[in-house]
């Protein structure tokens, strides 16, 4: 027999977003009931399978739920990135997630249904037992599964592999009991810069890493995306400056990298990909280090001692360990209204930051009645890709910003909430920088978002 669930609120997907959504919710509508669904074991989405040693790429602040700060914005004490927030790694990410479901269900409003998959039209079914269950018609679904990110442990590589050539998921490099004489790592994004960094930690010489980048990347310089109100707003000036003064969509991203905002690996390369991950200058002199970088587009096979790739082919050595890191991470589906009728679809509220617009769409659905009025607040944005796309997402995000910066409600729930960027925490004293960021940011926000609108728009 298939149960009825007595909730108001089905979101599938126990990940970042899904939990954040869920947390905003229920701290701000005391009468909401709310089944969490997932395919997996717990709560965490896809930190759960993520490989041993992942670490955020952005600071712990910016990450989580609402009401609980992860990692209790602690500075780093040693170490190449000394007097940056921490950066918590994937057992302590874990471990905050297990406490805020703890804290969720000890509301009595809020249930988990794990190793359990969403078939649409209302209907949940158990891997473990096979029960069915279903929500009433007036329940609303959240999809908090359509930006989910692929990762390697669960996705298959995106070229053929010959049987007698050696590939692992990133997630295996840690588990390796025999050294090859070369390692190819394929990716451009984060999870590879991570495993050549991991590599190169180990001991690996760096004449032994062969990387096989697609596309090269933009990357975000760490030291200016900080939980720090001058800092990060001074980031975000530096953006409309830089658009505004830009002649071309190049010359934007070349003024980006003169102020210290983004970085390039290959500074004789033009970049073609700008997914904005962060990246520390001690990681870029490290990344540096490896010469043996494949440019030939995206890799279709691999055989012994051979990859095959878009132009042409490239020999390794026989026993080579080639690292699958080629996952899509960051999803790049349509734009579409958060708030529908058959759903509310969480997205990205402002530039980046997908816990903070995930949060915010809990507490404008706990607020707020009407779903036009929600849409116009708490409009959606996307993730960047190319060039353009990561100039078209400032736009909006900004955009955004200001938008529902403006309800002074949202005001001041934003002002309490760490996962908020631009928050000047209680008891700050103000600085010569923060007012130099305001000053800069207000003279360049509207010819700046022109710009950008501008830049985006550009072939």
């Known amino acids: 027999m298939t149960q009825i669930l007595d909730a108001d609120y089905l979101v599938v997907g126990a990940g970042a977003m899904g939990m954040a959504f869920t947390d905003a919710l229920v701290d701000h509508d005391d009468r909401a009931r709310v089944v969490v669904v997932d395919r997996r074991h717990g709560v965490g989405g896809h930190w759960l399978e993520a490989y041993p040693f992942v670490r955020l790429h952005q600071s712990s602040s910016f990450y989580g739920v609402a009401s609980t700060q992860l990692g209790g914005g602690r500075l780093q004490q040693r170490g190449p990135e000394k007097g940056l927030q921490e950066r918590a790694a994937q057992p302590e990410i874990c471990a905050y997630y297990a406490g805020v479901l703890e804290r969720l269900v000890d509301t009595g409003r809020v249930e988990l249904l794990p190793n359990s998959e969403y078939l649409g039209d209302r209907t949940v079914v158990s891997h473990v037992s096979g029960r069915r269950l279903e929500v009433r018609p007036e329940c609303r679904v959240v999809d908090a599964r359509y930006l989910a990110p692929s990762i390697p442990a669960e996705t298959p590589p995106p070229f053929d592999v010959a049987d007698d050539a050696r590939v692992v998921p990133v997630n295996a490099l840690a588990r390796l009991e025999d050294a090859p004489s070369q390692y190819v790592v394929v990716g451009s994004g984060k999870t590879a810069t991570d495993a050549c960094i991991w590599l190169l930690s180990r001991g690996v010489d760096p004449g032994a890493i062969c990387w096989v980048r697609p596309r090269e990347p933009w990357m975000l310089n760490r030291a200016v995306v900080q939980p720090d109100p001058g800092t990060y707003l001074g980031?975000?000036?530096?953006?409309?400056?830089?658009?505004?003064?830009?002649?071309?969509?190049?010359?934007?991203?070349?003024?980006?990298?003169?102020?210290?905002?983004?970085?390039?690996?290959?500074?004789?390369?033009?970049?073609?990909?700008?997914?904005?991950?962060?990246?520390?200058?001690?990681?870029?002199?490290?990344?540096?280090?490896?010469?043996?970088?494949?440019?030939?587009?995206?890799?279709?096979?691999?055989?012994?001692?051979?990859?095959?790739?878009?132009?042409?082919?490239?020999?390794?050595?026989?026993?080579?360990?080639?690292?699958?890191?080629?996952?899509?991470?960051?999803?790049?589906?349509?734009?579409?209204?958060?708030?529908?009728?058959?759903?509310?679809?969480?997205?990205?509220?402002?530039?980046?930051?997908?816990?903070?617009?995930?949060?915010?769409?809990?507490?404008?659905?706990?607020?707020?009645?009407?779903?036009?009025?929600?849409?116009?607040?708490?409009?959606?944005?996307?993730?960047?890709?190319?060039?353009?796309?990561?100039?078209?997402?400032?736009?909006?995000?900004?955009?955004?910003?200001?938008?529902?910066?403006?309800?002074?409600?949202?005001?001041?729930?934003?002002?309490?909430?760490?996962?908020?960027?631009?928050?000047?925490?209680?008891?700050?004293?103000?600085?010569?920088?923060?007012?130099?960021?305001?000053?800069?940011?207000?003279?360049?926000?509207?010819?700046?978002?022109?710009?950008?609108?501008?830049?985006?728009?550009?072939?």
Request: negative net charge; contains cysteine; hydrophobic residues 40%.
């Open 235 to 459: 980031t975000s000036a530096d953006i409309l400056q830089a658009a505004h003064e830009a002649g071309s969509l190049d010359d934007f991203f070349l003024r980006l990298e003169d102020t210290g905002v983004l970085l390039r690996i290959d500074r004789e390369v033009r970049p073609t990909m700008a997914k904005g991950p962060t990246l520390a200058t001690w990681e870029l002199e490290e990344l540096r280090t490896i010469e043996d970088v494949v440019r030939r587009g995206h890799l279709r096979s691999v055989e012994r001692g051979r990859l095959v790739l878009d132009d042409g082919s490239v020999a390794v050595a026989d026993d080579a360990v080639v690292v699958h890191c080629a996952a899509d991470g960051l999803k790049n589906p349509p734009v579409v209204p958060v708030w529908r009728p058959e759903a509310i679809t969480l997205q990205p509220v402002r530039t980046g930051f997908p816990c903070f617009g995930a949060a915010l769409t809990g507490y404008v659905e706990a607020t707020r009645e009407d779903d036009a009025e929600k849409n116009r607040v708490c409009r959606p944005s996307f993730f960047g890709n190319s060039l353009q796309q990561w100039a078209g997402m400032n736009h909006v995000g900004l955009r955004n910003t200001l938008t529902f910066s403006a309800e002074p409600d949202i005001a001041e729930w934003q002002s309490g909430v760490a996962l908020n960027p631009t928050r000047v925490p209680p008891g700050y004293a103000g600085s010569a920088l923060l007012d130099d960021a305001r000053q800069r940011f207000a003279a360049h926000t509207d010819r700046g978002l022109a710009a950008l609108a501008r830049l985006s728009a550009s072939t």
